[in-house]
């Protein structure tokens, strides 16, 4: 029987969530004796490899052909890896892989199984290094010497694209920053000229010196080293690339590679502005301390000015204030101003029933004196219209989205306990429609579980079901209380006789009576048991006082 050649495994790893992460990367060579791992054509070939990435798995001699189903997981000691894959090159049927990394991620053991072609083999890998007796050249290794064409397993490292890492280039034999590397700063080979008396420096791929602290070389010409004091020099302030700026009255000064402002005398930095604490009214005193409206900063101190009055704590205009105009408390009505101690009505409104109104934004007048607008209706520029997204309904305005009368467009009501969402009627959250109304199978007694499922008087509905409520019992299709109900009296269905009291669920003559026969009776009134259980008074005589009168 042939077996149909199997080249390589691939497949991307996810790994559990507690796995060792040195576990996450490395190339594994298979041990000689056991590959190919499955016979194939590359029989002759070098040992295989094992990539296993954080989000890779492959065996080299396959090529890209990704596992339709892999897991990995970690274990107390170590990482135990399970894949299945089909339909790769050289793949007669499903195969599958159960490996195990060991506690070191340095060893990698498990069994290929092909279940078409009947095929179980185990292997062992072993992370690749420089010396394994391998030549990987996939992990930038060589022949050592170089150029050998006979490889006896020993090695030397290559440095080639991509192997120097992420942020570095590879100058030679050597990986390096391009941004940071004064001998290749910017590209391979561009070496950076020193200073006088300054060493040479890169920085972001362009030369310049290696200033001492306080200095710079801000005119970018390295013949004349670190001219410039950056700890004092406000074009280049601790640092070339800043400078000092001020704001209203203030200069600008560097003071050890920092920025300040420098104030005239008698005036405090704020910022970078100059103030006059002593009558800035929004840094009265210090920076920041801003007077409440109506008071002045005088004397470093906010003050009510002497022509304004103080109404409930605040600083007041009487002449201007329309809520307290000419006295604390007097407010001028709406659309009136105060002007000299007065309310007036100014010249751009209108007077409408003997009061002061704007046409344009007086709801009562509205364009025109008496133009009332409809309820939710504002007035602007003189029109009446409904704040956006309403609509006039029955001489309101109203939202269709969510008015119930008007869900939807004006006039379509919605049934009774219905919600109106987005133009639609709705049932709330857990209710449903009977009868047309929304309803709470849960809770509503006349439907309780269901439609029409109507509970006996006096049950309560929950969840669903129908229950007497507590201290009460279901007797002939009713909820009683057996410690009162003379029909059901401790127990359904134990009646008390004509005239007793059903009193903590037992039957008992009320005080004064007695029983007689199958009745409480009253002897000193009952013409048939008159002071003796039998003893019966004569036609048109009474029973008084247990006498027959």
Not at 264 to 285: F, I, R, T
Not at 336 to 361: A, F
Request: aromatic content about 2%; glycine content about 14%; charged content about 20%.
């Amino acid at each position: 029987m042939t077996r149909t050649p199997m080249a390589a495994l691939a497949f991307v790893a996810l790994l559990a969530g507690g796995a060792d992460a040195r576990c996450l990367g490395g190339r594994y060579i298979v041990h000689t004796p056991a590959t190919p791992i499955v016979t194939s054509a590359l029989a002759g070939s070098n040992a295989d490899r094992m990539v296993v990435a954080k989000d890779r798995f492959d065996l080299l001699s396959l090529g890209d052909c990704p596992a339709a189903v892999v897991r990995m997981a970690p274990l107390k000691k170590g990482t135990r890896v399970r894949a299945r894959w089909k339909g790769c090159r050289g793949v007669a049927g499903v195969v599958r892989v159960k490996a195990k990394i060991d506690a070191s991620c340095t060893t990698m053991s498990g069994v290929v199984v092909d279940g078409k072609l009947k095929l179980r083999k185990r292997f062992q890998a072993e992370l690749s290094r420089c010396g394994d007796g391998v030549v990987d050249t996939g992990a930038a290794e060589e022949c050592e010497p170089p150029a050998t064409i006979s490889c006896d397993g020993s090695c030397h490292l290559v440095f080639g694209d991509g192997a120097c890492g992420p942020g570095l280039t590879t100058c030679g034999t050597a990986c390096t920053d391009l941004q940071l590397d004064p001998q290749n700063c910017g590209i391979c080979g561009n070496v950076c000229p020193p200073g006088p008396g300054v060493a040479a420096a890169c920085s972001g791929g362009v030369c310049t010196l290696a200033c001492p602290a306080g200095t710079g070389d801000c005119d970018g010409d390295i013949a004349n080293g670190c001219e410039t004091n950056v700890a004092f020099d406000t074009q280049h302030c601790g640092s070339c690339s800043k400078s000092c700026t001020a704001g209203t009255g203030a200069t600008p000064v560097c003071a050890n590679g920092a920025c300040a402002v420098s104030c005239p005398a008698g005036e405090l930095a704020c910022g970078k502005n100059c103030v006059d604490k002593s009558s800035d009214g929004a840094n009265c005193g210090a920076c920041g301390n801003r007077c409440p409206a109506g008071e002045v900063c005088s004397h470093a101190q906010c003050v009510c000015p002497p022509d304004n009055q103080v109404c409930g704590h605040v600083c007041t205009d009487l002449a201007t204030d329309p809520k307290n105009c000419g006295a604390c408390g007097t407010a001028c009505p709406r659309f009136e101003t105060c002007s000299d101690g007065d309310c007036t009505c100014p010249k751009t409104n209108i007077v409408c029933g003997g009061i002061c109104s704007d046409l344009g934004q007086d709801t009562n007048n509205c364009g025109k004196c008496g133009n009332g607008c409809l309820p939710g209706e504002s007035c602007t520029e003189g029109k009446c219209i409904c704040p956006k997204g309403k609509t006039i309904c029955g001489g309101r305005c109203v939202d269709t989205d969510v008015d119930p009368p008007n869900c939807g467009r004006c006039g379509d009501a919605c049934i009774p306990g219905d919600l109106c969402v987005s133009g639609k009627c709705l049932c709330p959250p857990g209710h449903d429609v009977c009868n047309g109304a929304c309803v709470d199978f849960d809770t509503d007694a006349k439907n309780c579980g269901k439609c029409g499922n109507g509970c006996l008087a006096g049950d309560l509905c929950s969840d669903g079901k129908c229950f007497c409520p507590d201290g009460k019992t279901r007797c002939g299709g009713a909820c009683v209380d057996t410690n009162t109900d003379t029909a059901n009296c401790g127990r359904c269905g134990d009646a008390c006789i004509a005239g007793d009291q059903c009193a903590l669920g037992r039957c008992d003559c009320p005080p004064g009576r007695r029983v007689c026969g199958n009745a409480c009776v009253n002897l000193d009134a009952d013409r048939t048991n008159c002071g003796h259980c039998g003893t019966v008074c004569d036609a048109g005589k009474s029973c008084v006082a247990g006498q027959c009168r």
